[in-house]
């Protein structure tokens, strides 16, 4: 079970600015990237202009391991815009690399979800030109 679309609705896309816009190209290619600070090696995510470690500017769009573990969810049971239809699960993954994104799961079911899950990336194609990285349980 994942998120399931209304056709009827288009799907809010994320909006694109030149700091993410290395993390949605990868993932029109089924890449997950982050930024990674070229002076301390610090991984960076959600995208910003400094390395929040040592304050370099200096960064690379660098390839996760797309493997981490389930930090929280949280489940709609209502939905909260018309392009998503309820019941579905938000979650929060500590990837190994140490930084945090918030995606959803493909093919569990939200009672499913628990705290310490291992999950690992997978990417939905849900528009033209529109790729969302989201996870599935691993094992
Ligand atoms: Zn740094």
Redo the contacts with the bound molecule.
């Keep these: 079970m994942s998120v399931q679309y209304s056709s009827e609705e288009p799907v809010p896309a994320p909006p694109l600015v030149w700091e993410n816009a290395g993390f949605w190209e990868g993932a029109k290619s089924h890449q997950l990237l982050f930024q990674r600070?070229k002076?301390?090696?610090?991984w960076v995510h959600p995208p910003r202009p400094a390395?929040p470690?040592?304050r370099?500017f200096e960064k690379e769009w660098s390839p996760s391991s797309g493997k981490g573990v389930v930090h929280s969810f949280v489940t709609y049971r209502e939905s909260p815009h018309p392009a998503f239809k309820a019941p579905y699960s938000v979650v929060l993954v500590e990837m190994e690399e140490g930084v945090r994104l918030i995606s959803n799961m493909v093919d569990t079911a939200p009672d499913d979800i628990s705290i310490g899950m291992t999950v690992e990336v997978v990417f939905d194609d849900i528009a033209e030109g529109l790729t969302l990285p989201k996870f599935r349980k691993v094992g």
């Design positions: 600070c002076e301390c090696g610090t390395c470690k040592c370099s």
